[in-house]
């Protein structure tokens, strides 16, 4: 007979909605400024409105630098195996943060009218350590039954460590 063994789930691929986040507060400064530079370029080639040329450079700039800054929110990758969940981030430089399954406590998915309208959704993953930075934040993401898989996978990554939490909630 053979051992009732559970068999590691292969990983799950988590990746933001670009549609969606286009209709995010980082992408809308980035996209007006991108059509006043390009209004202004018009203005400046027909001879209407003579702009000197530092203020073009400038506006152009402060576009791209918007536009960098919206590019950087939004590519990430998450991956989440048996053991580990670890997210990607980053377009010219690659930051990749580790977390142990079994360290994860608590779940939280939100939706508002936008990522309702969308089929998106933000979620939070919350872990054991104190440290605010361990908060795990994904935004615009596909809405799916993830926040779930993930449950039914840190609790296999607890049983498999044998990992045994006592909560003490009293107030002092």
């Excluded at 209004?39 to 960098?68: C, D, H, K, N, Q």
């Excluded at 998450?78 to 580790?98: D, N, P, S």
């Excluded at 979620?123 to 779930?148: C, G, K």
């Amino acid at each position: 007979m053979k051992p009732n063994r559970l068999v590691p789930p292969r990983a799950l691929v988590i990746k933001p909605s670009l549609f969606r986040s286009m209709i995010s507060p980082l992408f809308l400064p980035s996209l007006f400024m991108e059509i006043f530079f390009l209004m202004a370029v018009e203005l400046w080639a027909r001879g209407i409105y003579p702009m000197p040329p530092t203020f073009l450079l400038s506006l152009a700039f402060f576009s791209l630098l918007s536009l960098f800054a919206w590019l950087q929110k939004v590519s990430f990758s998450c991956y989440v195996t048996a053991q580990q969940i670890w997210v990607e981030r980053g377009i010219l430089w690659k930051r990749t943060q580790f977390f142990e399954l079994y360290r994860i406590r608590d779940y939280a998915e939100s939706r508002g009218i936008v990522d309702r309208l969308f089929g998106t959704m933000q979620l939070r993953l919350y872990t054991m350590d104190t440290n605010p930075f361990d908060l795990l934040e994904l935004h615009n993401i596909p809405h799916s039954a993830i926040a779930m898989l993930i449950r039914e996978r840190v609790q296999h990554s607890k049983r498999t460590n044998n990992m045994f939490f006592i909560e003490n909630d009293v107030m002092r």
